[in-house]
């Protein structure tokens, strides 16, 4: 069965970084593209980006485009989001998620979520 | 960016009623929403996709339906399990926008 886990909770001052992984399981590593989605305390769902992990190619959030870097191991099944620049408001969930086939739309039918990473950004 | 607008943002039902959610998008975005359940402190957990197909393992009393710009989503019966946060989500446009949530409740 498909499996999306997620690395542990983190803490980070103002201005440094975060990275999170997501290992995937249970299917074709390069067969699906990978979202990540982020959720702030009591809010709603946030996009910030996509990864084709079959090319490496991304999408991002215009929003994050200078602060958010998504990269893929195919060799462990891993996919990476590092989030530059910390600010308080970055203090949220990250979700990884499986999203749409390779060629069909990538947000389609996003159908495995990791367990989330919560990430809190304190001075 | 595709704005999507959910409404209502909470609603209150008794067990065994129908219980409808909309959400309009700003531009037509044709079929391609989904549409997620969040219980609290967990992942979300997808329902529908392509506007009205059902994912698997999910019971029938859920269903959605629209196209372009004007979607809904219902519970037929709404059951206690179903308390959570319910979110439509548009893959037309990057980036993919999520509706503001329909917290629903047990009266």
């Known amino acids: 069965q498909v499996h999306l886990v997620q690395s542990g909770a983190e803490v980070k001052k103002p201005g440094a970084s975060v990275k999170v992984s997501c290992k995937a399981s249970g299917y074709t590593f390069i067969a699906n593209y990978i979202h990540w989605v982020r959720q702030a305390p009591g809010q709603g769902l946030e996009w910030l980006a996509w990864?084709?992990?079959?090319?490496?190619?991304?999408k991002s959030a215009q929003k994050f485009q200078d602060r958010v870097t998504t990269t893929g191991d195919t060799s462990v099944n891993i996919v990476y989001l590092e989030l530059s620049s910390l600010r308080s408001d970055d203090t949220a969930v990250y979700f990884c998620?499986?999203?749409?086939?390779?060629?069909?739309?990538?947000?389609?039918?996003?159908?495995?979520w990791g367990q989330g990473t919560p990430v809190t950004v304190s001075s | 960016d595709i704005q999507m607008t959910q409404s209502p943002s909470s609603l209150s039902a008794s067990v065994g009623d129908r219980v409808t959610i909309t959400c309009q998008a700003s531009?037509?975005?044709?079929?391609?929403l989904n549409w997620f359940q969040q219980q609290p402190g967990k992942a979300p957990k997808l329902l529908i996709y392509d506007a009205s197909n059902l994912e698997t393992g999910v019971p029938s009393r859920f269903s959605g339906g629209g196209s372009g710009t004007d979607f809904t989503f219902t519970i037929s019966s709404l059951q206690p399990e179903d308390i959570a946060t319910y979110y439509c989500q548009q893959y037309d446009y990057v980036p993919l926008t999520f509706g503001g949530g329909t917290k629903v409740e047990i009266k």
């Open positions: 531009e037509d975005i044709a079929n391609y």
């Open positions: 990864i084709n992990p079959k090319n490496g190619g991304t």
């Open positions: 998620a499986r999203g749409g086939r390779i060629g069909e739309y990538s947000g389609r039918r996003l159908d495995y």
